[in-house]
């Protein structure tokens, strides 16, 4: 079965489980005061593993320092200003979600990158800045740009080494989803390859593509992309926040 097919039983399974039986009230829904469009079921929110650097740090009340590297998703393109761009919302949601947290998050995006780029430059920024998490929003470019998934899967597990080697938490970001992809398959096996190495590694994902395909299949959804239909727009960078924010306090703050 291709990853098109494993995605849309995924995505329609969410549905309906968002989905109130009829003649019954709509379900509860978490949504951590965020807007409506934001909402996702559970199930798409978790990010699957733990956080353990930043849970430690969190117990003890210690600073948080984030790095959020990629391309032009990490660096906003798309959104109205740069404060709009999704890291600097990410810690205004985290200080919402967990009171008392002093968290720094870091804007390291640069538009147009490849993995291979974006792995360079964060050599030299986990380095020098020294975080204690890493977000790593990754595929996209390389995707569109004929990169193979084998050279892509090889420089991403150099990275998941790289972090993984000093004692940091990494959470991968996959790529976004969009109307112009021409080459679906060969599009999610990036997302396939990107979830494998996570499921690997035992890594935090945050699954962006199936995300947005859930937003996009809503019954009445909400535009999440800017004019150029392919970056996100001021509340498709608010929701990707608001989302991996929830994710992460959940995960941090586990019993377990």
Not at 15 to 40: E, I, K, M, S, Y
Not at 113 to 137: F, G, I
Not at 202 to 211: A, G, K, Q, S, V
Request: aromatic fraction near 4%; charged fraction near 20%.
């Amino acid at each position: 079965m291709r990853a098109g097919r494993r995605m849309a039983a995924l995505i329609g399974a969410a549905l309906l489980a968002a989905a109130p039986a009829r003649g019954q009230a709509p379900p509860p829904v978490g949504t951590d005061n965020v807007p409506a469009a934001c909402t996702v079921p559970d199930e798409l929110r978790d990010l699957g593993r733990p956080l353990p650097r930043m849970a430690g740090l969190l117990q003890e009340k210690r600073p948080i320092r984030i790095l959020a590297i990629g391309s032009s998703t990490t660096a906003g393109a798309g959104a109205s200003s740069p404060s709009h761009a999704y890291p600097p919302r990410l810690k205004a949601a985290l200080e919402r979600l967990l009171p008392g947290i002093a968290v720094t998050v870091r804007n390291n995006g640069v538009g147009g990158e490849v993995a291979s780029t974006t792995l360079a430059r964060m050599r030299v920024s986990v380095e020098e800045w020294q975080p204690d998490v890493v977000l790593w929003q990754l595929g996209t470019n390389d995707a569109l740009r004929g990169i193979t998934p084998q050279a892509f899967t090889q420089v991403l597990r150099e990275g998941v080494e790289l972090v993984q080697r000093r004692g940091l938490d990494l959470v991968l970001i996959d790529p976004q989803s969009f109307p112009g992809i021409r080459d679906a398959d060969r599009y999610e096996d990036f997302v396939e390859g990107i979830a494998a190495v996570a499921a690997e590694k035992r890594l935090p994902l945050m699954r962006r593509y199936t995300i947005m395909r859930f937003w996009q299949a809503l019954p009445q959804p909400v535009l999440m992309l800017s004019a150029d239909g392919f970056h996100m727009n001021d509340l498709g960078y608010q929701c990707m926040a608001e989302v991996l924010a929830g994710g992460i306090a959940r995960r941090v703050t586990a019993a377990d």
